[in-house]
């Protein structure tokens, strides 16, 4: 590890010390001691929870004078964590977004469709500075609205698609339904990262006839822009020169070697407003060995396949929704669609698998294959139940697949 990243780290650490979270939440720690990565490897990881402790502005870590904006993740529950940003930051932010547009191949003359969500959240206005800086023209939609969504993307001749895999698979299935195929002009999409199967992706990549980017980032850092995959596809180039990336063992909290699946945890390098240090991402990736094909040697870590808080453990087996994924690409007949609910009666766990099919003949063979290969794969016997096309909830945010009832 170079000299210069330890010092980038400190200086980070030391921006950060100015807020009370940091304060309180390093009390005893003197910055001048970290003066190797070991030394940085035993500070304590910072987690989503910790922040919300610091509500409403305990991470602020620069006078008010330079602060200009907030943003604030959507918490599922309880308090929001608010995330106050500097000039620099807020331009930081938009040069990492073009940086992303452009490794994706975008340029001014693209005309960029964003149905992310304005407002606290830091999405829509995330793609749209990014898409500003790049010279293009941005379309802020926010989301919902489907017959406007399609008007404005056949009148405006759309080619860049920003959403979630889930709205752009929704996007996908109206633009078939009504047969307007032919009068879209999507070249791209670039889809906010979650973790979405190869199905689903072939899916809208197929029915929209558009190349896509997997977009990574979240509130807490910036917000979506932070990496992106580039044309060789596979995996995306993190931008290293204004974070530093770890990968621990979510369970042990153990660092993990490049290659090696954990949870990523990110040091901002640059961020004024609220630097966070060894922050608990809960995406599960790695870290590609070696350089990419493209030439860029910023890093890349792989497609998420999901968040540490997402896999669960029924009768002694871990499931990972992506394992899932996989398993129900291969069968013939399902849609990337599913649903796992974890039930507990009787003193037992039920696992019930939903899936979305065209089939209509047949229903039956075609659930006992899925349990068969669910259980010849996973070592659980699923329910499971066929539902027709388009009967499970799409979102416009993340989608959710696995719910588990029984706490
Ligand atoms: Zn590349």
Redesign the pocket.
């Known amino acids: 590890m170079s000299m210069n990243t330890i010092n980038q780290i400190k200086n980070s650490i030391n921006r950060a010390m100015k807020s009370a979270f940091y304060q309180k939440h390093f009390s005893g720690v003197n910055v001048n001691d970290i003066n190797s990565m070991e030394n940085f490897r035993n500070l304590p990881f910072t987690d989503k929870e910790d922040l919300r402790d610091a509500y409403p502005l305990g991470l602020q870590a620069t006078p008010d004078e330079e602060i200009v904006r907030i943003h604030s993740s959507s918490g599922t529950t309880g308090t929001p964590v608010i995330i106050p940003y500097t000039k620099k930051d807020v331009d930081d932010w938009s040069l990492m977004f073009k940086r992303c547009y452009e490794t994706a191949g975008c340029t001014s003359l693209d005309r960029i469709h964003i149905t992310p969500g304005y407002g606290l959240w830091t999405a829509g206005i995330g793609f749209q500075a990014g898409a500003e800086l790049l010279g293009a023209l941005a379309i802020p939609m926010g989301p919902g609205n489907t017959d406007k969504q399609i008007k404005m993307m056949i009148d405006l001749k759309s080619t860049v698609l920003c959403a979630t895999s889930s709205y752009a698979l929704l996007l996908a299935e109206e633009i078939e339904k009504r047969g307007v195929r032919d009068k879209i002009h999507l070249k791209k999409g670039v889809i906010g990262s979650e973790r979405w199967g190869e199905k689903m992706r072939k899916r809208i990549a197929g029915e929209l006839g558009v190349e896509l980017y997997d977009i990574y980032g979240l509130t807490e850092i910036y917000g979506p822009g932070i990496g992106i995959?580039?044309?060789?596809q596979d995996?995306m180039?993190i931008w290293t020169d204004y974070l530093y990336c770890e990968i621990i063992d979510p369970k042990t909290r153990e660092l993990l070697p490049e290659g090696k699946t954990g949870e990523l945890v990110i040091t901002t390098l640059c961020k004024e407003g609220a630097p966070l240090i060894r922050y608990r991402t809960h995406d599960l990736t790695k870290i590609i060995p070696g350089k990419?094909?493209?030439?860029?040697d910023f890093p890349?870590i792989a497609t998420l396949i999901g968040r540490s808080d997402d896999m669960v453990k029924v009768k002694g087996a871990i499931i990972y929704p992506s394992r899932v994924d996989e398993l129900l690409a291969t069968i013939e007949g399902v849609s990337s669609e599913y649903q796992i609910m974890i039930d507990h009666l009787n003193g037992k766990d039920i696992l019930t698998l939903f899936f979305e099919t065209k089939e209509t003949d047949s229903i039956r063979d075609l659930e006992k294959r899925v349990e068969q290969e669910f259980k010849r794969n996973i070592s659980i016997t699923p329910k499971v139940k066929a539902v027709g096309m388009g009967e499970l909830p799409r979102s416009e945010k993340k989608s959710t697949r696995v719910f588990d009832n029984r706490y």
């Not at 995959?229 to 060789?232: E, F, H, I, S, T």
């Not at 990419?292 to 860029?296: I, P």
Request: charged fraction near 25%; aromatic fraction near 0%; include cysteine.
């Open positions: 995959n580039c044309q060789k995996a180039h990419c094909e493209c030439g860029m890349r």
